[in-house]
């Protein structure tokens, strides 16, 4: 999940500890409040508490207004591999150059992993030129984009679609996707008819060496 309020995720320590269990990764905190805002892996069985990492972004989007985060977390499989998830949040409206040093950030370390991997999240192609940066990173680390059946992409706002002709946007590019390795996808599809975002919900159900086929948000 992207844009999660931390009181989402104190919800789900205190109600749910049994069947339910995550980590969160804040990106910016609101004014005068204790609230903040960032991504969060969460899973129906207790994830491990240690190999976590936070990943901020690189600068603020328009430099001035919000930071990104994404989030490192790796699950050890019945075989003894470790699945590495990487929930990504990456920054909008920045030049190229900055784009490009947060991906280099988010997928740091891919290369030394050995095992599965899965990497994710709200990237913000909003143009051929990001899209082609991101694929191009992703390739290069040996993942490869799970095809989502269903709806072409997340319905972008309607004041974004004015800005068509600026800077190579596109509005009929998915923002949201998943890369994988060393799994087997059995399933990727977008949910339509979900109205707590402008974002279509992107289910994954996928099998890993060692363990059984799990559905992954």
């Given amino acids: 999940l992207q844009e999660v309020r931390s009181t989402t995720y104190e919800r789900i320590k ?9 980590h969160y990764a804040p990106s ?18 207790p994830l491990p508490e240690a190999r976590v990492e936070r990943i901020g972004s690189p600068h603020r989007e328009l430099y001035l207004t919000s930071p990104k985060v994404s ?9 003894g591999e470790t699945l590495q998830i990487v929930n990504c949040h990456s920054l909008n409206f920045v030049p190229d150059s900055v784009f490009e040093t947060q991906l280099d950030q988010i997928f740091h ?9 899965i990497v994710c999240g709200d990237f913000n192609v909003w143009s051929a030129e990001r899209l082609e940066h991101l694929t191009r990173r992703a390739e290069a680390v040996g993942l490869l984009e799970a095809e ?6 997340s319905p972008a706002p309607s004041w974004l679609r004015g800005l068509k002709r600026w800077n ?5 590019i998915p923002l949201d996707r998943v890369f994988t390795r060393g799994v087997e ?5 977008r949910v339509e008819g979900v109205g707590c975002s402008d974002h279509l919900p992107l ?3 996928f099998a890993v060496p060692g363990g059984t086929s799990a559905p992954f948000h």
């Fill in 14 to 22: 205190d109600v749910h500890r049994d069947t339910v269990s995550g």
């Fill in 28 to 45: 910016w905190r609101f004014p005068f409040s204790s609230q903040s805002t960032g991504v969060m892996t969460v899973g129906n069985r």
């Fill in 71 to 79: 989030l490192r977390t790796d699950l050890l499989l019945g075989n």
């Fill in 109 to 117: 370390g891919l290369g030394d992993h050995s095992g599965p991997a």
């Fill in 148 to 153: 989502a059946l269903g709806p072409n992409s």
């Fill in 168 to 172: 190579g946007f596109d509005p009929e």
């Fill in 185 to 189: 996808v059995e399933e990727c599809r």
């Fill in 203 to 205: 289910v994954l159900k």
